[in-house]
C-alpha cells in the first residue's frame, strides 16, 4: 500500500512563532496532497489542499508547499496561536485516501 | 447545518456479534467513506463509495462490509467483530468530482468501539 510519514510525531512553538510540519509520500501518481487538522475529540477537519502540478498554496495563514522530487510535503502556519494546538495529518489521494500519522503540535502561550 | 452523523458514538459489545455503525450526511455528497483511527497508524480508510451502489475497498476492509442504498447512508458493518476491531472509526463524505472525490472531505464526531 500507499506510505504517508510525518516527520517528528510532536512539535512545541512558542505563541506567535510560525510553525512547519512536514511529510514525506511516496506515490508520484497521487493527484491531490491535503493537509488537515483534529482536535481533541474531534473528526478531522480539512485545512488546504494542493494539486500535484503546483509547488504552493496559501491560504489564510497556512501555506502548503509541495516538493515531488523528494516527495515531501510541507505546511506552515503563521503566527501560530493557541488554537492551533491539535494533531496534524497529511494525506495523498486519486480515489482513495492515504494519511500520514500525524502530528501533535502543542502552542506554548 | 451541514453536517455528517454517526451513531452510535460509543459501543462496547463481545466477539461475534453482529453490529452497524450508522452515518448519514446532509450535504447530498456523492462521495463517502469510513476509517480507522488507531494509535501509531493514523487513519486507514476501510471502504468508500463513489455514489449510490457504489463501493469499493479501501486499505482495511478485511471483517467489515457497507452498503450505499441511499445517497445520504453509508452504514459500516461488523458481522463477526474480533477485538483487533476495536478503534476509533470516522465517517466522511465530500462532493465527488470528475474523476475522483473532492478534497475536502466532512467527518463525523467518531464512533469508539471496544470488542472484548
Known amino acids: 500500500g500507499e506510505s504517508v510519514g510525518l516527520h517528528l510525531p510532536t512539535l512545541s512553538v512558542q505563541e506567535g512563532d510560525n510553525s512547519i510540519i512536514n511529510c514525506a509520500y511516496s506515490?508520484?501518481?497521487?493527484?491531490?496532497f491535503i493537509w488537515y487538522k483534529q482536535e481533541s475529540g474531534k473528526g478531522p477537519q480539512f485545512i488546504i489542499d494542493?494539486?500535484?502540478?503546483?509547488d504552493k498554496r496559501q491560504g489564510q495563514r497556512v501555506t502548503v508547499l509541495l516538493n515531488k522530487t523528494v516527495k515531501h510535503l510541507s505546511l506552515q502556519i503563521a503566527a501560530t496561536q493557541p488554537g492551533d494546538s491539535a494533531v496534524y495529518f497529511c494525506?495523498?489521494?486519486?480515489?482513495?485516501?492515504?494519511f500520514g500519522t500525524g502530528t501533535s503540535l502543542t502552542v506554548i502561550p | 447545518e451541514a453536517q455528517v452523523t454517526q451513531n452510535p458514538r460509543y459501543l462496547i459489545t463481545v466477539t461475534g456479534k453482529k453490529l452497524t455503525v450508522t452515518c448519514s450526511q446532509n450535504?447530498?455528497?456523492?462521495?463517502m467513506s469510513w476509517y480507522r483511527q488507531d494509535p501509531g497508524l493514523g487513519l486507514r480508510q476501510i471502504y468508500y463509495?463513489?455514489?449510490?451502489?457504489?463501493?469499493d475497498k479501501g486499505d482495511v476492509p478485511e471483517g467489515y462490509k457497507v452498503s450505499r442504498k441511499e445517497k445520504r447512508n453509508f452504514p459500516l458493518i461488523l458481522e463477526s467483530p474480533s477485538p483487533n476491531q476495536t478503534s476509533l472509526y470516522f465517517c466522511?463524505?465530500?462532493?465527488?468530482?470528475?474523476?475522483?472525490?473532492?478534497?475536502?472531505?466532512?467527518f463525523g464526531p467518531g464512533t469508539r468501539l471496544t470488542v472484548t
Open positions: 466522511a463524505s465530500s462532493l465527488a468530482l470528475a474523476g475522483g472525490p473532492a478534497y475536502e472531505q466532512y
Open positions: 506515490n508520484s501518481a497521487s493527484d491531490y
Open positions: 494542493i494539486r500535484s502540478n503546483m
Open positions: 494525506a495523498e489521494t486519486g480515489n482513495q485516501f492515504y
Open positions: 450535504m447530498n455528497h456523492e462521495y
Open positions: 463509495s463513489m455514489n449510490v451502489e457504489v463501493t
